[in-house]
């Protein structure tokens, strides 16, 4: 039977805290969303270390709000995706490996709207969220 991926080690309490006071600005701002988003996957990385209801509960808000109106260039330009979608899946991420939070309904029932692409790479909300909610709990 496949065992549970362990959970990232918990990152210094300051480094946790800096980074939730920084969730804000790594989502909403269309400069963060160069190099595929880098420092908002940093951000989200250390604070989902914290394993805590109060960073579960800061992510789950994020998630009910739109990114920077941008499209990123995905898989070498294979695929293109709004800003908000690719964000609110690193958050998914984020949230999942937190192990607290909910995940919004609309996002577990969200349709399949991606048009086949020859890579068959696919940022879809849906099975990330069903990932995220399975991981949660």
Same mark, same amino acid.
């Given at each position: 039977?496949?065992?549970?991926?362990?959970?990232?080690?918990?990152?210094?309490?300051?480094?946790?805290?800096?980074?939730?006071?920084?969730?804000?600005?790594?989502?909403?701002?269309?400069?963060?969303?160069?190099?595929?988003?880098?420092?908002?996957?940093?951000? @989200?990385?250390?604070? *989902? !270390?914290?394993?805590? =209801?109060?960073?579960?509960?800061?992510?789950? /808000?994020?998630?009910? $709000?739109?990114?920077?109106?941008?499209?990123?260039?995905?898989?070498?330009?294979? @695929?293109?995706?709004? *800003? !908000?979608?690719?964000? =609110?899946?690193?958050?998914?991420?984020?949230? /999942?490996?937190?192990? $607290?939070?909910?995940?919004?309904?609309?996002?577990?029932?969200?349709?399949?709207?991606?048009?086949?692409?020859?890579?068959?790479?696919?940022?879809?909300?849906?099975?990330?969220?069903?990932?995220?909610?399975? $991981?949660?709990?």
């Amino acid at each position: 039977m496949p065992t549970e991926p362990p959970r990232p080690v918990q990152a210094p309490a300051a480094a946790i805290s800096a980074g939730r006071d920084r969730l804000d600005a790594v989502y909403d701002v269309v400069k963060i969303y160069d190099r595929h988003a880098e420092e908002l996957r940093i951000t @989200l990385r250390t604070v *989902a !270390t914290a394993h805590d =209801r109060a960073t579960g509960e800061r992510l789950s /808000a994020l998630l009910h $709000r739109s990114g920077p109106r941008l499209d990123m260039p995905l898989f070498g330009g294979v @695929l293109t995706q709004s *800003a !908000t979608v690719v964000g =609110r899946g690193y958050v998914l991420w984020g949230l /999942a490996y937190n192990g $607290r939070g909910r995940v919004p309904a609309a996002l577990l029932a969200a349709p399949w709207l991606a048009t086949r692409n020859d890579a068959e790479k696919y940022v879809e909300p849906a099975p990330l969220a069903m990932w995220a909610a399975a $991981r949660i709990g």
